[in-house]
């Protein structure tokens, strides 16, 4: 089962990876097989392997040898990961397809598709922590929050994407564990963002997209959001 669940997520992660760079690109998934952006050469099926043929061919094109982004088999191997550790749950796997795609586009091209959120948001439906009404609320007060810090910094620290999917976002972490949430969003994005500026890989000033934290707290405030809860009320 372990292994199936692997396998099917490198699977899964190979279309995704390849979803995430045609979809900004307004390449159709339909177009056919992936050629190598270098040299244009279709990739043939056993060059197309999730991450085993990335360790074949030593990360560079079997045509022009020029290298393969590592995007590739990172998202190939984040998936299977994921997959792993979720398990055998149908609607959780499709969920965190979904949020990770968001994650990649948002991160590459600074934009949150609507039409990611609208499909999570129905998917969401089915795996919402507390009533209907209790889950909209929640989606509400964090779009809210949004909204209020698009138009405090006047659009440039948070996009309306990120307003959009915090609907998404509040709806699946429900009201409870709310705050906690937003913290572990704000918190990931800060210590990523100090990384960066001390590595001067970023300016102050420049731009980090806010959608990736927003996805990444989604699972850790799932996961420890109750004990960060318990030990704020401790102390
Ligand atoms: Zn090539």
């Known amino acids: 089962m372990v292994v199936i669940l692997f396998v ?3 699977v899964f992660g190979s279309f995704i990876s390849a979803l995430t760079w045609r ?3 307004g390449i159709s998934v339909k177009k056919g097989r992936s050629v190598c952006p270098k040299c244009r050469k279709q990739i043939a099926w056993y060059d197309n ?4 043929s990335y360790i074949l061919l030593g990360g560079k094109c079997r045509n022009c040898r020029k290298p393969i982004s590592w995007r590739y088999p990172v998202i190939e191997l984040a998936t299977g990961i994921g997959f ?3 398990g055998p749950q149908i609607l959780w796997l499709i969920i965190f397809c979904i949020l990770e795609i968001i994650f990649i586009i948002d991160f590459e091209h600074q934009i949150i598709p609507d039409s990611f959120v609208f499909a999570g948001l129905f998917l969401s439906l089915f795996l919402i922590p507390d009533s209907l009404f209790g889950s909209l609320f929640a989606g509400f007060l964090a779009s809210t929050l949004l909204v209020l810090i698009h138009l405090l910094t006047k659009g ?5 994407g990120d307003v959009k999917f ?3 976002g509040g709806m699946l972490v429900g009201l409870r564990l709310l705050t ?3 913290f572990l969003a704000f918190l990931t994005g800060a210590f990523i963002g100090i990384i960066l500026i001390l590595g001067r890989k970023a300016r102050l000033k420049s731009q980090i997209a806010f959608g990736p934290f927003l996805v990444v ?11 960060i809860l318990a030990w704020l009320y401790l102390n």
């Open 180 to 182: 906690v949430w937003f």
């Open 217 to 227: 707290a989604i699972p850790l405030a799932l996961l420890y959001g109750e004990k």
């Open 49 to 52: 392997i999730p991450l085993l």
């Open 166 to 168: 915090a609907v998404l």
């Open 156 to 160: 440039r620290g948070m996009g309306l």
């Open 23 to 25: 979809y900004p690109r």
């Open 84 to 86: 792993l550790l979720i």
């Open 8 to 10: 099917l997520g490198l």
